[in-house]
């Protein structure tokens, strides 16, 4: 019966990541989904001029879907690694937030 009672070590709350940790971590994931909007965009013009006929195509239904798929392209470049927009605003945000720490 003792191996069923768990421990209190095992009851404790997790500790939580310091404030910083998790503001630099949504710093990181909104840049991320900034860079994926840019690449969208960018990656956008470049679908527009495909031809959505046969042998090939998919017809209305892959005009229509483009956009999300592009979207999805974005997202992944993103993942792989992207093209380095999300470090760089990363790095602003933090420098932005350090020259307003004294100030307050």
């Known amino acids: 019966m003792s191996d069923l009672t768990a421990s209190p070590a095992l009851l404790?709350?997790?500790p939580s990541?310091?404030?910083?940790a998790v503001a630099t971590e949504r710093m990181r994931e909104t840049a991320e989904q900034f860079e994926a909007s840019f690449l969208a965009q960018m990656l956008k013009p470049m679908f527009e001029g495909l031809s959505t006929e046969a042998p090939f195509g998919g017809g209305e239904a892959e005009g229509t879907w483009r956009g999300f798929l592009v979207e999805q392209i974005a997202k992944q470049t993103v993942r792989a690694g992207g093209i380095g927009?999300?470090?760089q605003v990363v790095a602003q945000m933090l420098k932005?937030?350090?020259?307003?720490e004294p100030a307050q």
């Open 96 to 100: 932005m937030q350090e020259e307003q």
């Open 12 to 14: 404790r709350p997790l």
């Open 85 to 87: 927009l999300a470090d």
């Open 17 to 20: 990541p310091p404030p910083a």
